[in-house]
């Protein structure tokens, strides 16, 4: 058992950067709105833009971004003030794209799409690390006029962003504060604006702290562990791990051959680990997976699949110390 406490659910969130913190203290003592017009107000403005500006140069984005509480409110802004009036979403999208968009259509491969179209393909999968080519898909899309949404929350900060119309990020993904996030668009012209703040696309007064925090937590980076020793623990726990596509090193859904999910982390709990049974807005229920039903997985491995997520200060040690303990259960 570990001498302490083991955080393995970085899908949900990460532990707030060092760097990340100090950003944010800093924007705290400057305080004001930066959408008032005096001296005080326009200082907070400036501390703002320079966040926008250094967000976008991580992450290599040459469009718009507009702040938002979080990648909830950027699916919504993005599926109900794009001038697209058909809504599409693939079956495997986080429950947020489902309740931003209730009745949105299933995207399945034989559908027609035109300029009255945005389709939403997640870009990693919370659930299961599978890794969707959006870039691949974009590019088939372009021609007939639809737009191509991807929330990228469990990739950016981590991966290349894929080529979209508009993209979904959140800072407590990567390590920067809870409660920011931004929608990247290409063009303002893809949306209708709604009034208020951020160009008119998006109401409240911004989170400039939050923002800043955002802005530092991306230029961070790096992680404790390397790739290298990420792949070791994919190596270790392979033989249980769902294989579904191409997948990332720090998300792996695994299934144990006869404990059910809710056992297995109520054990591992005690153990000392923190891991969870499914994205953060679906583990507290007792439901099959929807995003395992879509990808196909039985309901009786679905059962008994729990989900292990690593981040930025998850550490070699850790790893070990979690192979070892799943091979004792």
């Not at 004001?32 to 250094?54: F, I, T, V």
């Not at 290349?160 to 993904?173: E, R, T």
């Amino acid at each position: 058992m570990p001498m302490r406490r083991i955080y393995l659910d970085h899908a949900a969130t990460s532990p707030l950067r060092p760097e990340a913190k100090a950003a944010m203290e800093e924007g705290f003592a400057i305080w004001a709105n930066p959408s008032s017009p005096h001296a005080e107000g326009r200082r907070a403005k400036q501390a703002l833009e320079d966040a926008r500006e250094r967000i976008k140069r991580n992450l290599e984005w040459d469009g718009e971004v507009i702040f938002t509480s979080g990648a909830s409110e950027a699916l919504w802004i993005a599926l109900n003030r794009s001038k697209a009036t058909r809504r599409i979403v693939s079956a495997v999208e986080h429950d947020a794209a489902f309740r931003a968009a209730p009745d949105a259509e299933i995207f399945d491969e034989g559908q027609s799409l035109g300029p009255d179209a945005i389709l939403a393909v997640q870009h990693v999968n919370s659930e299961t690390g599978t890794i969707n080519p959006v870039t691949a898909m974009a590019k088939t899309v372009r021609p007939t006029g639809a737009l191509v949404l991807s929330d990228c929350a469990q990739g950016a900060g981590k991966l290349d962003l894929p080529d979209a119309d508009m993209l979904v990020v959140s800072a407590h993904k990567f390590g920067g504060p809870i409660a920011i996030g931004a929608l990247l668009v290409r063009d303002f012209a893809l949306l209708d604006p709604m009034g208020g703040h951020e160009r008119g696309y998006r109401q409240g007064t911004e989170n400039m702290p939050g923002a800043m925090g955002m802005a530092a937590a991306l230029e961070a980076g790096d992680w404790s562990t390397t790739p290298a020793q990420r792949a070791q623990l994919a190596q270790a726990i392979a033989a249980d791990r769902l294989s579904i596509g191409d997948q990332v090193d720090y998300i792996f859904a695994l299934t144990h051959p006869t404990i059910s999910a809710q056992a297995l982390l109520i054990r591992l709990d005690t153990m000392g680990f923190a891991v969870s049974a499914g994205s953060a807005c679906s583990s507290g229920t007792l439901k099959k997976s929807r995003v395992l039903d879509a990808f196909g997985v039985p309901d009786d491995v679905a059962a008994r699949t729990i989900r292990v997520s690593l981040g930025w200060s998850t550490t070699p040690d850790e790893l070990d110390q979690f192979a070892q303990a799943w091979r004792s259960l």
